[in-house]
């Protein structure tokens, strides 16, 4: 069974940067689509960014030239990276996967990590 591992969360001011972690397990890691979604209290989880091999698809404009992603497939693992945060990123961060192409409905995801908090200060 697939296991997704995310890390990196934690608390940051508002400006400064974070990087994620997502340490995929199992095999043909290049065939699938890793996303990042996140979730608040209360709201719908959403879909953030996400990478293929057909490259990366942001779903928030509001994270657009602040965050983006890397793979490193030698480890099976995904990296978000976010300069810039505001409060707004406050959030608990999951990374999914899906085989083939990148989605922001979540629905389509078959794993998923068990997040990582992320809190931005003023």
């Known amino acids: 069974q697939v296991q997704l591992v995310e890390s990196g969360g934690g608390l940051v001011q508002a400006g400064g940067s974070l990087r994620l972690t997502c340490a995929a397990s199992g095999r043909a890691f290049n065939m699938y689509a890793m996303g990042w979604f996140r979730q608040v209290p209360g709201k719908a989880r959403e879909g953030v960014i996400c990478?293929?091999?057909?490259?990366?698809?942001y779903y928030l404009d509001s994270v657009k030239g602040r965050f983006t992603m890397s793979k490193d497939h030698a480890k099976s693992t995904v990296y978000l990276h976010m300069n810039n945060l505001n409060l707004e990123d406050t959030a608990i961060y999951y990374c999914?996967?899906?085989?083939?192409?990148?989605?922001?409905?979540?629905?389509?995801?078959?794993?998923w990590g068990q997040g990582t908090q992320v809190i931005v200060s003023s």
């Open positions: 999914a996967r899906r085989l083939g192409r990148c989605s922001d409905n979540k629905n389509e995801y078959r794993s």
């Open positions: 990478n293929s091999k057909h490259g990366i698809t």
